[in-house]
């Protein structure tokens, strides 16, 4: 079973929106904080946004106030709702635990034109 699928990434306008999805496997999400991650071409992988097991969020700055951390504990799925992109949120998307402790999966690629 492959610990985290992400999906819903695409090709938005700038000023658009986009509802990306992670299903995590249950040893995965059962008692573990979730978290949002990208990495856009030639730079490092960075944290943006987290929600705890109690359902308490935190972001980065260069997101706060536009995307939205969710999650849905019966179907072991985090959600992350991406409002008023713009080209610098241009990335790959990857859900992973906080800390990350599983297996990195594909991500799902967000290509915002401006």
């Known amino acids: 079973q492959v610990p985290l699928v992400e999906s819903g990434g695409g090709l938005v306008q700038a000023g658009g929106s986009l509802r990306l999805s992670c299903v995590a496997s249950g040893s995965i999400f059962r008692g573990n904080h979730m978290g949002w991650y990208r990495q856009a071409p030639g730079k490092q992988r960075e944290w943006i946004a987290t929600i705890t097991r109690g359902g308490t969020t935190n972001y980065a700055d260069s997101v706060k106030g536009r995307f939205t951390i969710s999650r849905d504990s019966p179907k072991n799925t985090v959600f992350l709702q991406m409002n008023s992109l713009n080209s610098d949120d241009t990335a790959i998307y990857y859900c992973?635990?906080?800390?990350?402790?599983?297996?990195w999966g594909q991500g799902t690629q967000v290509t915002v034109s401006s």
């Open positions: 992973n635990t906080i800390p990350t402790t599983a297996s």
